[in-house]
């Protein structure tokens, strides 16, 4: 929603610049991994999901990347646009059948033009 | 493409008050979800339902209940509003056959005002 961003730490980048977001996760044991993008006024929409049978996962304009070793995962966006600013959340499971998803609490992107 | 609605964007209600949250899936999703979201704190799980008059806890049910009568429904219900309750309130659904991790569709989110 329009104020969920106001208390989270704030990436700002250029436009035509590429962005990483990163996001330290908290379970090891965690083998399910999804990036949301969240516009002002609107819920949460998938971006990019990864197993943790994989190191680096590509989309359309985006990559997450994991690194299991630290608990890390990123997402880069390339050529940011000013159409990428939003709250960006990342999640995590185990993929049985009762787990559910953790978020994180998000970062916001801004792009200046 | 997926919808999930809810049936107000915005509402004020009063301390005490009985409110329903609505939600409505049109593709026929097994698992539905409610969440709250507040500023600083993320998303945090209310209730899911992984089937119809199904409901399971998720990590902060106090104050709140649910309703799965028909699969495309699920309904938060607040048996007597607070203040704490102001929030913002998303329901999600997810695909069949992803369980319960799977990716998940949001609605738009409702934003509750306790006064």
């Known amino acids: 929603g329009e104020s969920v961003g106001l208390h989270l730490p704030t990436l700002s980048v250029q436009e035509g610049d590429n962005s990483i977001i990163n996001c330290a996760y908290s379970?090891?044991?965690?083998?399910?991994f999804i990036w949301y993008k969240q516009e002002s006024g609107k819920g949460p929409q998938f971006i990019i999901d990864?197993?943790?049978?994989?190191d680096k996962r590509q989309g359309q304009r985006v990559t997450v990347l994991l690194n299991k070793t630290v608990k890390h995962l990123s997402l880069q966006i390339a050529a940011t646009q000013p159409g990428d600013s939003a709250v960006y959340f990342c999640?995590?499971?185990?993929?049985?059948?009762?787990?559910?998803?953790?978020f994180g609490k998000g970062i916001t992107l801004s792009v200046r033009p | 493409d997926v919808k999930v609605t809810q049936s107000s964007r915005y509402l004020v209600k009063r301390t005490g008050e009985k409110v329903f949250l609505e939600c409505v899936q049109d593709?026929?999703?097994?698992?539905m979800f409610w969440y709250r979201q507040d500023p600083g704190l993320g998303l945090r799980l209310i209730y899911f339902?992984?089937?119809?008059?199904?409901?399971e806890k998720g990590d902060i049910p106090e104050g709140y209940s649910v309703s799965r009568e028909k699969k495309e429904r699920f309904s938060l219900i607040l048996e007597s509003a607070s203040t704490n309750q102001t929030s913002m309130y998303l329901c999600?659904?997810?695909?069949?056959?992803?369980?319960?991790?799977?990716?998940?569709?949001f609605g738009p989110g409702t934003r509750l005002t306790v006064t």
């Open positions: 999600a659904s997810t695909v069949a056959g992803t369980g319960l991790y799977g990716e998940q569709y």
């Open positions: 379970n090891s044991a965690s083998d399910y």
């Open positions: 990864i197993r943790s049978n994989m």
């Open positions: 999640a995590e499971s185990l993929t049985g059948a009762n787990s559910k998803l953790t």
């Open positions: 593709m026929d999703h097994e698992n």
């Open positions: 339902s992984y089937d119809v008059k199904m409901k």
